[in-house]
């Protein structure tokens, strides 16, 4: 049998081999069938003989299966012991296995119970990765004002400007908002902003006039023109047929040289102090020329020193590529400097101011030092005789040379030899002399300056004023509220979030007012340009406020003369600007907030389309209010100023036939801030009547004790509380009292007068309602400046009320006897009308309460 060949036999039985190959292959098939076989047994002849072969064929198979058992013993011993190995391996396994299931079932329910301490946990370890990193913002911002005075001491005023904005916008940061470590840091920044402005104020008010570092070349020659020697001086007076003036000597000088003394900045003085004259052309000079033009475009393209602390930007980039000169660059660099600051109006206006007292020292100096070089002249030679006469000359001017030119009789020979002769005045001082003719000459200029001003200059500035009044008012950011942090600020200097368009007016007004201050004479004009200004921009404001509250049920309301009178009885409207200062008793107050509260109370249903829902409007209208009020004290403040200037002008008339002044303006103004406050208090006293009305019309049957108020009172506190934030950087504590303050009593109110329409109540159902009121007794006592006493008294009052329903019914008619002034008869009767599941009330108990109430 081939099946069988690869059996380990044993070489010494071989024989082993050759019986199993006579054994039939039927006898090996994986399906045997042995019913063949023993049909044939029993069919043989002889029997006895296939069953002996068969007994020997099996003793062939039992020795083989002998042999190959002893062939493989070690093999099936070492392979039963692995076996028996994995065995109790896999049931170690599987026993680890259950375990680990049992460990895993733990876990996930210990993960279960404590998820929310492991929340915790990361939440933690995120917010110590955040605070780490303030820390790390707040030690690198520590170390930013002594940065910027190292800054503004080496002139680096835009690297100063940047470092500054930049910490600015750090400091505004949400996580950095609420540090206290930081106060004195923004403390310090504000001092610096205003010490950085005032250094590069005054360095560009002496660039300006050519007394700064980068001053222009051109100033600098004008200056040492005063200084040239008096030789150079005689010779070039020479040159001329007539007289010079400086101005004329500069300007001639000027078109002779060119553009020899101007190279970016840098300068080389081409006439006197290298010898050469006005009219040198000498190929050496031409040569000189061209070498410094190109040594000034290499330089042109090199960072000026000013910058060189300086962040790159696009400033810093279109500085470096322009062909300006040195003097020009760096009056752009401190204009962009003030614009950054947002400074430019104010530095206009002190510039303006600084104009009259600087051009004054400018021409004492001027005639000091012309005088010390007369002085001089006198003691020196003819030379310095004529050098006198120059400057003589130079004084007079040429319509003075000219006249005396003309000042001959008619034989060509002069009179004044004679004049000096009989005449005991000094020629200077006699009627036809030089002093007459200077004193003509001053009284034609001023003349002539008042006609510039008066036909020029005015309207020159009415138009311009005019314009940037209209890009002040229009632009879009002109009546968006930004604050810089989130408490309010009561001066402008520390930070009050007054209106852009506002406060960019009242700088406007300001310095046209200046202007009428320093000319008094103009002083009636300039303050009608101001009035111009003032009603344009309140035409705006108003615009803005009817925006935010048309077709609003609050704006409506304000305007009935029955609600206006109340509201001015109100004892909270002493805070309003426009408050006239009446004294109102307690009762009347009272009284006029509870008829004030019945009215709201009294209004049909209130519907979403009525209200203000737009929380941007509301804070519109605080900032609106804040802003217009501080315009309305600075045009007060300005209009007692302006008075004593503009008196001095003879022209009364045009003041008496004047038909508004700054006074009525700021009243104006003040009306304005007041309307908005009120729509304010009424839009939050309508918020919540319009929330607490679901409380009527239902059944206040609850099953269970009230953990949470209703959706409503939630609704309404959640809006409280993001509103007063919203408006708090914007408005004074005073001013959110005011607001506010209102819907304590709506609510009493609005609560109590439900019950008259709630169908039933049980005990859950009230202890339901006094937690609505405490919640909202929470969310006002967590507005500043609110009087939490009597927001408690008032609520108290109204959880009172509604306790009253536990108490049987002879219990409340005695606390009702007792207490008749407590609540009115109405009130104390709806108390018996609502049905209370499990109180007894007999049919005559509104008669039993009327007979105690009449008592």
């Known amino acids: 049998m081939g099946i069988f060949n690869d059996l380990p036999v044993p070489s010494d039985k071989t024989y082993l081999r050759e019986e199993l190959a006579r054994i039939d292959e039927s006898w090996a098939v994986a399906r045997f069938d042995s019913l063949p076989h023993v049909v044939h047994i029993l069919t043989s002849k002889d029997r006895e003989a296939d069953i002996h072969v068969l007994r020997e064929q099996s003793d062939v198979v039992e020795e083989v299966v002998d042999e ?50 492991l929340h915790q946990l990361w939440y933690r370890s995120v917010t110590l990765r955040h605070i780490i990193s303030v820390l790390d913002q707040i030690e690198s911002i520590s170390k930013v004002p002594s940065r910027i005075e190292k800054l503004i001491a080496d002139k680096q005023f835009y690297a100063a400007i940047q470092v500054y904005l930049q910490s600015s916008l750090m400091l505004e940061r949400e996580g950095l908002q609420t540090v206290g470590a930081l106060q004195d840091v923004r403390s310090e920044l504000s001092k610096l902003r205003g010490s950085l402005f005032f250094k590069i104020l005054d ?16 100033s600098s020659i004008y200056e040492r023109d005063d200084e040239v020697p008096t030789t150079t001086a005689v010779a070039a ?94 009056l752009q660099t401190l204009v962009e400097c003030l614009c950054m600051l947002g400074k430019v109006a104010a530095a206009g206006a002190i510039i303006c101011q600084k104009l009259r007292p600087t051009i004054h020292e400018i021409i004492i100096s001027k005639i000091k030092a012309h005088m010390e070089t007369r002085n001089l002249s006198k003691s020196g030679s003819n030379q310095g005789d004529r050098t006198g006469a120059v400057g003589l000359h130079i004084i007079k001017g040429q319509s003075e040379a000219y006249r005396l030119s003309k000042d001959k009789p008619q034989n060509g020979m002069p009179n004044s030899g004679s004049h000096l002769a009989m005449s005991p005045v000094s020629p200077l001082m006699a009627p036809g002399g030089k002093a007459q003719a200077a004193a003509k000459d001053l009284l034609d200029s001023i003349l002539d300056t008042i006609n510039f001003v008066k036909d020029h200059l005015l309207p020159t500035m009415f138009v311009d004023y005019r314009k940037g009044v209209q890009q002040a008012i229009s632009s879009a950011a002109a009546f968006r509220p930004r604050a810089h942090s989130s408490t309010y600020t009561p001066t402008v200097e520390k930070g ?26 103009f002083a009636t004009d300039l303050v009608k340009y101001v009035q111009t200004f003032l009603e344009r921009t309140f035409e705006r404001c108003r615009t803005s406020y009817m925006e935010a509250v048309l077709e609003k049920l609050s704006y409506r309301l304000i305007g009935r003369h029955d609600i206006e009178r109340l509201m001015r009885l109100d004892a909270a409207s002493a805070c309003l600007p426009s408050s006239l200062g009446h004294s109102v008793s307690h009762s009347e107050a009272v009284g006029s907030g509870v008829e004030l509260n019945d009215l709201f109370l009294s209004l049909p249903s209130i519907k979403q389309d009525n209200l203000i829902r737009d929380d941007n409007k509301l804070i519109l209208l605080a900032s609106l209010s804040d802003s217009l009020e501080y315009v309305a004290d600075s045009i007060e403040r300005l209009g007692q100023a302006v008075p004593r200037a503009a008196s001095q002008d003879s022209n009364s008339r045009n003041q008496a036939t004047s038909p508004r002044n700054l006074a009525s303006f700021a009243d104006e103004y003040r009306k304005l801030a007041t309307d908005c406050l009120k729509v304010l208090r009424v839009e939050m006293q309508l918020e919540t009547v319009f929330h607490l009305q679901e409380m009527t ?26 509103r007063d934030e ?130």
């Not at 007054?498 to 201050?517: C, F, H, P, R, T």
């Not at 099953?703 to 993001?722: C, H, M, N, Y």
């Not at 509604?802 to 104390?828: C, G």
């Open 697 to 722: 019309n239902r059944e206040y049957l609850e099953d269970e004790d009230a953990e949470e108020p209703d959706d409503f009172v939630i609704s309404l506190t959640s809006q409280i509380t993001r």
């Open 203 to 218: 360095d560009l008010h002496a660039h300006l006039y050519n007394r700064g570092e980068y001053s222009s070349v051109a």
């Open 237 to 330: 007076s020479r040159m001329s047929s007539q007289p010079l003036s400086r101005r004329t000597r500069t300007l001639k000088g000027d078109s002779q040289f060119g553009a020899r003394g101007l190279t970016n900045g840098s300068h080389r003085s081409a006439s006197i102090e290298e010898g050469s004259s006005f009219d040198g052309h000498d190929e050496e000079d031409s040569v000189e020329h061209d070498e410094a033009s190109a040594d000034s475009k290499l330089l042109s393209y090199h960072l000026p020193p000013w910058l060189s602390d300086s962040t790159p930007d696009e400033f810093i980039e279109a500085i470096r590529k322009s062909d300006d000169p040195l003097h020009v660059k760096y």
């Open 68 to 117: 190959v058992v002893h062939a493989y013993h070690g093999g099936f011993n070492k392979a039963i012991q692995n076996y028996s190995q994995i065995l109790r391996l896999f049931r170690e396994s599987t026993e680890k296995l259950g375990d680990l299931k049992h460990d895993l079932a733990d876990a996930k329910k210990s993960l279960g119970t404590r998820n929310k301490q």
């Open 496 to 521: 009050r979030p007054i209106l852009q368009g506002l406060l960019a007016i009242d700088l406007l007004a300001k310095e046209v007012l200046g202007w009428a201050q320093a000319m008094p004479k």
């Open 726 to 855: 919203g408006m708090a950087p914007f408005i004074s504590g005073e001013k959110r009292n005011y607001i506010f303050g209102g819907i304590c009593g709506t609510a009493a109110s609005a609560s109590i007068k439900a019950l008259a329409d709630m169908r039933s109540i049980n005990l859950f159902g009230v202890q339901q309602i006094c937690r609505n009121t405490i919640a909202l007794e929470q969310a006002m006592a967590a507005i500043p400046y609110i009087d939490g006493e009597s927001v408690q008294q008032t609520l108290d009052r109204v959880r009172t009320y509604f306790e009253l329903l536990n108490m049987p019914f002879e219990a409340l008619l005695a606390f009702i006897a007792e207490h008749d002034q407590m609540f009115t008869p109405t009130e104390y009767s709806n108390l018996l009308k609502v049905n209370v599941p499990g109180r007894d009330t007999p049919p005559d108990a509104q008669h039993r309460l009327s007979e105690i109430l009449s008592h």
